[in-house]
């Protein structure tokens, strides 16, 4: 089974850019998304990428603002934040699922998880 390990968090002041990175031990699998969990609040979906030709899928809190993307060398897949705001904030966790073929908004949809990253946004 595909491993998944999120790095890159950290607290920064609103405004600011952090990337995350969600490295693989493959990416072989067609899509991979970013999700994000806040204290009391539901799982978020975030981003999603469909690996066949890279098509990214943003959620409309964060379009313009962040990019997904992927480097397959790499085994790697990164979510760019521009433009933080506080209520961004929130763990931040990769997830996909084996033999998905389309980005799904619902986290129950996905089967392997990486252990998440935080990610601050104070002044």
């Known amino acids: 089974q595909v491993q998944l390990v999120e790095s890159g968090g950290g607290l920064v002041q609103p405004g600011g850019s952090l990337r995350l990175a969600c490295t693989a031990s493959?990416?072989?699998?067609?899509?991979y998304a970013w999700f994000r969990q806040a204290p009391g609040k539901e799982r978020e979906w975030v981003s999603c990428?469909?690996?066949?030709?890279?098509?990214?899928y943003d959620a409309d809190s964060v379009k313009g603002r962040f990019a997904i993307s992927r480097d397959q060398v790499a085994k790697t897949i990164f979510l760019q934040m521009n433009n933080l705001k506080p209520e961004d904030a929130a763990v931040y966790y990769c997830?996909?699922?084996?033999?998905?073929?389309?980005?799904?908004?619902?986290?129950?949809?996905?089967?392997?998880w990486g252990q998440g990253t935080q990610v601050g946004v104070s002044s």
């Open positions: 990428i469909v690996t066949s030709d890279d098509s990214p």
């Open positions: 997830a996909t699922k084996s033999r998905m073929r389309y980005c799904d908004a619902s986290w129950r949809e996905y089967g392997i």
């Open positions: 493959s990416l072989d699998y067609y899509v």
